[in-house]
């Protein structure tokens, strides 16, 4: 009786897998994470996508990992998904407290309109050899048009002549400046300064710079970079909506744009609409401009969503803002 029970225990365990694998699959965006080799130190993350693609809404109870070597954080705390909805959690390695290959799960549990609980594995290698402090180029928060710069101290202990070759970047807002290796003690290191230009677009920063070295069993090593840029320039209401306009008629509307500096408007268009936004501006700088743009609609009846552009001068790229309405036959 009693491995009858045990039996029939295994089956069901068996059976919840298989269910598991069957429903929950199809909604992750990877099925396996491996963050390959990375340094001690080093703050690596990776994005897993959790996609609803069923017609029912997705409750997830809990977000975790099976061991302490790798960290589980649920984006945004969005426990519900709607049908076609997505959720992200990030998955990170302890390369402060664990060394070497580590091994893992992902572990996210449903309890509606299923309770399954699905697991991605995690493996990692942990190099002891190599040491980033801090562990990600951290550049904060950047005023957007202004440059900025963050630096990484590199440190390896190991062979004499370990090097680092090159720096693999694909952000072509960043750049990379590598000092001169100090040998000394047994120890090989680094300074790593990377500058973020002025052109970088507003929003957050997430990307990975590749540390390629001379060590032909593990040559890459990836470095996390991380920041916020910020609005330099804010603007009440961020959507412009004009209404419903006739056509031969006119609408107005003030939008009010603040700095934190001051700064001078140097026009108002609009490209889908050429010519259909007009604004009476002034020619000096202040922090603050409240501007009555002049909206004619063209020949085009029916529903508008566009980009408004307000050029700014001596800003990389024009303030983009959202204007909608309906023009009315």
């Not at 080093?42 to 975790?64: A, F, H, T």
């Not at 890459?220 to 991380?226: M, T, V």
């Not at 939008?255 to 609009?270: A, M, Q």
Request: aromatic share 6%; glycine share 6%; with cysteine.
């Amino acid at each position: 009786m009693r491995k009858f029970i045990l039996a029939m225990g295994f089956a069901a365990i068996s059976s919840v897998t298989v269910q598991a694998d069957q429903w929950s699959d199809p909604m992750f965006s990877t099925q396996k994470l491996d963050f390959g080799v990375i340094a001690t130190g080093s703050e690596v993350v990776k994005k897993v996508e959790i996609k609803n693609v069923y017609s029912q809404p997705l409750q997830i109870s809990s977000v975790r990992t099976s061991c302490t070597c790798a960290s589980a954080k649920l984006v945004d705390n969005k426990y519900t998904i709607e049908p076609g909805g997505s959720a992200f959690v990030d998955v990170q390695m302890d390369t402060k407290r664990h060394k070497q290959r580590k091994d893992s799960n992902l572990l996210v549990t449903f309890n509606s309109p299923r309770f399954v609980e699905h697991r991605v594995p995690i493996t990692a290698y942990i190099r002891t050899d190599v040491v980033f402090t801090p562990g990600k180029v951290k550049f904060n928060t950047v005023e957007y048009g202004k440059p900025s710069q963050a630096v990484v101290d590199i440190a390896y202990a190991g062979r004499p002549d370990w090097n680092i070759v090159d720096i693999k970047i694909e952000n072509p807002h960043l750049r990379a400046v590598l000092s001169k290796p100090e040998r000394k003690n047994g120890l090989i290191r680094f300074r790593l300064t990377m500058n973020l230009d002025e052109k970088m677009d507003i929003g957050s920063l997430r990307d990975i710079v590749t540390i390629e070295t001379n060590d032909r069993s593990n040559p890459y090593i990836p470095l996390r970079i991380e920041g916020v840029v910020a609005p330099d320039i804010s603007a009440s209401p961020s959507i412009v909506r004009v209404g419903a306009v006739p056509m031969g008629s006119t609408a107005k509307r003030t939008i009010v744009l603040r700095g934190r500096e001051p700064f001078t408007v140097s026009g108002v268009d609009c490209k889908s609409m050429s010519g259909c936004f007009k604004a009476n501006l002034k020619d000096r700088a202040m922090k603050t401009h409240a501007i009555t743009v002049e909206f004619t609609p063209p020949n085009r009846p029916g529903k508008f969503n566009e980009e408004l552009l307000v050029s700014i001068k001596g800003r990389p790229a024009p303030l983009r803002l959202n204007v909608s309405g309906t023009i009315v036959n």
